[in-house]
T-cell receptor, first 118, second 113 residues
């Protein structure tokens, strides 16, 4: 058990809809990362938050947004869903110390949310 | 740009064979970290190892070993005496300064009984 909790595990929805994926990081971790894993694209970095602030942005579509709340949990909002958005969405967390170089901290991943858009 | 390449898409071996998964990376940073993750059929991503760019010593953990060669920008992973439970997708990853990981495309390892 990585200590990272993602809900829901599965989500089936229709095109055009909006969904929210939720992530609770490991206790003590300040950084949260979102990744998308699809069959043809592999693991793609979407966005990172550190202690409530956006830290890095990847190939995240404008239809997608995220935030990290004061209690450090994070939500990924996906809107105007398309068939191609069907994927496994992972949240990960790490200790991440801002200003000291965070890149030595392993990311610990949740079990993912499998999104199916029909 | 930083990049990780896992040239082997799929590998199939018979149980008890040794197998090596290749990973080649590109970075302009002088300090960086490399990682391996395992994704079993159940889907979760499991952290296996972290190695920093200053430590080129090989590491062994049970049947797993890692060979880091800075001169060739490679961080290969060997499983000795493979078992069916080793069947999974294995990802090599490189960290950026923000902490985010850049993953290779993954190598699917199938170990047959």
């Amino acid at each position: 058990d990585s200590g990272v909790t993602q809900t829901p595990k599965h989500l089936i929805t229709a095109t055009g809809q909006r969904v929210t994926l939720r992530c609770s990081p490991r206790s003590g971790d300040l950084s949260v990362y979102w990744y998308q894993q699809s069959l043809d694209q592999g693991l793609q970095f979407l966005i990172q938050y550190y202690n409530g602030e956006e830290r890095a942005k990847g190939n995240i579509l404008e239809r997608f947004s995220a935030q990290q709340f004061p209690d450090l949990h994070s939500e990924l909002n996906l809107s105007s869903l398309e068939l191609g958005d069907s994927a496994l969405y992972f949240c990960a967390s790490s200790v991440g110390v801002l200003g000291q170089g965070t890149y030595n901290s392993p990311l610990h991943f949740g079990n993912g949310t499998r999104l199916t858009v029909t | 740009a930083q990049k990780v390449t896992q040239a082997q898409t799929e590998i199939s071996v018979v149980e008890k064979e040794d197998v090596t998964l290749d990973c080649v990376y590109e970075t302009r940073d002088t300090t960086y970290y490399l990682f391996w993750y395992k994704q079993p059929p159940s889907g979760e991503l499991v952290f296996l190892i972290r190695r920093n760019s200053f430590d080129e010593q090989n590491e062994i953990s049970g049947r797993y070993s890692w060979n880091f060669q800075k001169s060739t920008s490679s961080f290969n992973f060997t499983i000795t005496a493979s078992q069916v439970v080793d069947s999974a997708v294995y990802f090599c990853a490189l960290s950026e300064r923000t902490g985010k990981l850049i993953f290779g495309q993954g190598t699917t390892l199938q170990v047959k009984p």
